[in-house]
């Protein structure tokens, strides 16, 4: 086997991840690349509200400045020192004006030769009317997503793939910005120039996507939102350690974070990654490659060091997803802090005393009703609905939030909260913000396009730039799923009532209105005990109060797991929710509390 090993730190999992995980990166580790990933679906409405802005003041803005600020300008003389390279999607909606930032700065600190580059064309915005006659409307378990027609766009995104990474670096770049690239593009681009894969080496693409859906959230590999938060914090959360993957030339991978550092790195905490936001485990669709998980295995080689393998690869589609975002009505949160007995009570006739309140203002000045309401009081387990144990709270946040197309009718509500503290309930405090703001609501939609409709160009000089034409190998033709062992043991009874919790890890996300569960089996021997109870109907009956759509499920034999996947179960997600998890973040922990009567069959292996 070729010697020849990669290594890739990730230091940012979102916008607005520490910028002490690079300098910790770069300072404590021999990686070869320094990779960061800032964007979500959220932040592309975001940052297009912030370009907008910036041009009508003739100024450059849509990418993210922090990368310059934070993590460029104050590491960037031992980078270039010890030969890392950098990838990252902090170009968001302006790449060019992020590698013109990096490239002033290395030239106020006399690095004139270190090469930049910049990928565009991911922004289809300017091409909005060629383009719209192309859509194919997403397709989610039968769940067709149309988009609105009578909404304001802001921003509109496709997913690009790693070849244009590769290219970049191929001529020569130490330093690669994106825009909205495909999450675990900042980790294959970089594979496939060093191994100099083709685009129909599907699985390496597939292994190489799979380190890249690891490591691409940061400290989420790494201990970082980990069922077993104890054990983890334990280790040291002041000094979290950030993954590496070390990836070999067979398409084997290690990974592992710094040395002297906190978090873990166990079977557990990248089984609990591996399962984070995705679909279908057997046909995970990305640019490149269509990934099946359902052969993935884990096994500890050191400390700290699991060993990942068994990924495989098909050929992709010919589509790009893209993510589109518009201005939706107004919205507004506002909260109050409720003490005492019968606090939870008093949250509510406080919330629907007041929403009286301002309609009886809406009807004297001709507004209508509140497009939608939604009361939640924090503290008395709210999301839990039916399964709530703290009805009895002596102490309650009531968060009121609202959607209504008129800016107006939202500052009425705004400042009738403050008067319920003399008019209504004892024991109302302020929540210590003022009067609460109305703020754009940003809708989030997918759909699909054409990759030949997406022409990108890769800027590494200032003179012309590269064209980048997609023209791989794709397919629409569907592939037989793999045979997966199936359970049908037949109990003889029903032995203890058990918490999830106790056999289980899990971790939850979002992908827009969808919601991903995933759950895990703390040993192997618990997976056929599971397949038979865990089921997708098991699910939506104990979670149906917030999971609206369909719940399928799907299996990952190699890890021991389960993907639950739940169409309409976020209030729309993102921007667009008026729920406090408008990312179902709290989904697995809920579900986790799930009580099961373990059959006879399993007693032995509790």
Not at 59 to 73: C, L, R, S
Not at 327 to 334: C, Q, R, S, T, V
Request: with cysteine.
């Amino acid at each position: 086997m070729d010697p020849k090993v990669v290594k890739i730190g990730c230091w940012s999992g979102f916008w607005g991840d520490s910028s002490l995980n690079a300098r910790q990166l770069v300072e404590n580790s021999d990686i070869d690349y320094l990779v960061g990933d800032y964007l979500a679906e959220v932040t592309m409405g975001i940052l297009a509200k912030i370009k907008a802005a910036a041009a009508s003041k003739g100024k450059q803005a849509g990418h993210v400045q922090e990368f310059v600020n934070d993590v460029w300008v104050p590491l960037m003389d031992l980078i270039i020192a010890k030969g890392i390279k950098v990838v990252t999607n902090a170009g968001g909606l302006n790449p060019n004006a992020l590698k013109e930032a990096i490239e002033q700065v290395c030239q106020q600190a006399n690095y004139k030769n270190i090469k930049v580059a910049a990928i565009v064309g991911d922004d289809l915005t300017p091409n909005t009317q060629i383009l719209t006659d192309q859509i194919i409307n997403f397709d989610i378990e039968g769940e067709k997503e149309l988009i609105p027609t009578d909404k304001m766009m802001i921003s509109w995104n496709a997913y690009i793939g790693s070849f244009p990474v590769a290219m970049a670096l191929q001529q020569g770049a130490q330093i690669v910005v994106t825009g909205r690239a495909v999450d675990s593009a900042i980790v294959v681009g970089p594979l496939i120039y060093e191994f100099g894969w083709s685009p129909e080496d599907y699985d390496m693409l597939a292994c190489a996507s799979v380190a890249g859906h690891i490591i691409e959230c940061g400290c989420h590999a790494t201990g970082g939102n980990f069922t077993d938060w104890k054990d983890s914090y334990a280790s040291g959360w002041d000094n979290v350690g950030c993954p590496i993957s070390e990836f070999n030339s067979d398409g084997t991978f290690v990974i592992t974070k710094p040395a002297n550092t906190g978090g873990l790195v166990t079977k557990a905490t990248i089984s609990e990654q591996i399962v984070y936001e995705i679909h279908d485990t057997a046909a995970y669709i990305l640019p490149d490659v269509v990934v099946d998980f359902t052969g993935v295995t884990l096994s500890e080689v050191g400390q700290n060091r699991i060993f990942v393998q068994g990924c495989k690869g098909y050929k992709p589609t010919p589509y790009f997803k893209t993510s589109m975002t518009f201005l939706g009505e107004y919205k507004l949160d506002a909260m109050l802090v409720i003490g005492g007995r019968e606090a939870v009570q008093k949250a509510k006739a406080v919330a629907n005393a007041v929403l009286t309140r301002t309609r009886k203002q809406f009807n004297y000045l001709g507004y209508k009703d509140y497009s939608q309401v939604n009361i939640e009081v924090l503290g008395s387990e709210h999301s839990y609905g039916p399964h709530s144990r703290m009805q009895n709270s002596r102490e309650v946040l009531l968060r009121l939030s609202v959607k209504h197309p008129n800016k107006k009718a939202l500052g009425l509500l705004s400042k009738e909260m403050a008067p319920s503290a003399l008019a209504m309930a004892p024991g109302i405090t302020g929540s210590g913000a003022g009067r609460p703001r109305y703020t754009p609501e940003i809708l989030y939609h997918s759909c699909l396009i054409p990759k030949e409709s997406v022409p990108l160009k890769i800027f590494v000089t200032r003179e012309e730039p590269i064209d980048f034409v997609n023209d791989h190998p794709s397919t629409l033709q569907p592939r037989e799923p793999p045979k997966l062992i199936e359970y049908h043991n037949s109990p003889t009874g029903y032995g203890p009532i058990v918490p999830l919790i106790e056999i289980a890890h899990g971790r939850s996300g979002d992908k827009g209105d969808i919601a991903n569960i995933g759950i895990i089996c703390r040993d192997p021997s618990y997976y056929g005990l599971l397949y038979n109870v865990l089921t997708a109907e098991r699910v939506k009956e104990f979670m149906g109060h917030l999971l609206k759509g369909k719940v399928v499920r799907y299996e990952l034999p190699g890890i021991y797991a389960f993907n639950f996947v739940c169409t309409r179960s976020l209030g729309g997600g993102g921007l667009s929710s008026l729920s406090m998890d408008r990312q179902g973040k709290c989904y697995a922990q809920m579900l986790l509390d799930l009580e099961l009567e373990v059959p006879n069959y399993g007693l032995a292996k509790l």
